[in-house]
């Protein structure tokens, strides 16, 4: 029986494009600024001392770091510290109105349905704790944090380590065979599988590749039953391309 579902966001509750299309340009358009004028503040200068060490750049001054960083978020590296970072620039976004956070209506539909069915649910997502809970508490369709009981990012570790899904388990206090993970990445997938995790692989967009996993294109073609999951098989060629559109078309550029 599935007690808890754990979701990725990017290409599962919301669109690729919202992240590569919104997000990650106003994080690079907005991050020099911000840092030359929060540098000295505790929990940004934690940051930037974390890219030194990452960068293994000791001795480099604010303007190399701000290079080393929007050449991160180029390369759409998964370093924690750049993830902290655009949390916070995401964040000052989001208060200003300037996009809000794309989530499907099938996935929220669905979340507010497992949730009153009494399956706690939580995110695990490379974007940081910060970022996840800005999301989904500044979405197209309000705020939907108190249908979540928890966030999981990088600190917990790599998304396709089987063992990244074994400290989620214990830390939530379920079996593993009481727990979906739901993701558009088969690696991913494969990893939580390896942990004894219930998987179901979303496949939202065109010409997906897709692996042994059930299968479903939206969130209620996800059933939960006693035993796990039943996806519903699909041909991916086949989507309507127009369901992929991002959110957050208002933003200010």
């Known amino acids: 029986m599935i007690r808890a579902i754990v979701t990725d966001i990017e290409g599962t509750t919301g669109s690729i494009a919202?992240?590569?299309?919104?997000?990650?340009?106003y994080a690079r358009r907005h991050l020099g600024a911000f840092l030359r004028r929060h540098h000295q503040q505790a929990e940004v200068a934690r940051q930037i001392e974390a890219t030194r060490e990452e960068a293994a750049e000791p001795e480099a001054d604010l303007e190399r770091l701000i290079a080393i960083l929007e050449g991160w978020i180029q390369e759409d590296r998964?370093?924690?510290?750049l993830k902290a970072l655009q949390g916070m620039v995401w964040e000052a976004g989001y208060q200003a109105g300037d996009f809000t956070g794309h989530v499907y209506p099938d996935a929220a539909e669905a979340l507010r349905h497992w949730q009153a069915a009494g399956i706690a649910l939580y995110v695990y997502s490379s974007g940081s704790v910060q970022a996840q809970r800005l999301l989904f508490g500044h979405s197209d369709l309000g705020d939907l944090t108190p249908l979540l009981a928890g966030y999981f990012d990088t600190t917990t570790g790599p998304k396709r380590e089987a063992d990244s899904y074994t400290r989620i388990v214990e830390a939530i206090s379920q079996a593993p065979e009481e727990v979906l993970f739901l993701s558009d990445v088969i690696a991913e997938l494969d990893a939580?599988?390896?942990?004894?995790l219930a998987t179901c692989q979303l496949v939202r967009e065109p010409g997906m590749v897709t692996g042994d996993h059930p299968v479903a294109t939206r969130f209620d073609e996800v059933s939960v039953d006693g035993m796990g999951v039943d996806g519903v098989s699909v041909d991916p060629s086949g989507l309507d391309e127009a369901r992929f559109e991002s959110g957050g078309?208002?933003?200010?550029?």
């Open 249 to 253: 078309s208002d933003v200010r550029r």
């Open 78 to 81: 998964k370093a924690t510290p």
């Open 18 to 25: 919202f992240v590569h299309e919104v997000l990650f340009p």
């Open 192 to 196: 939580a599988r390896a942990a004894g």
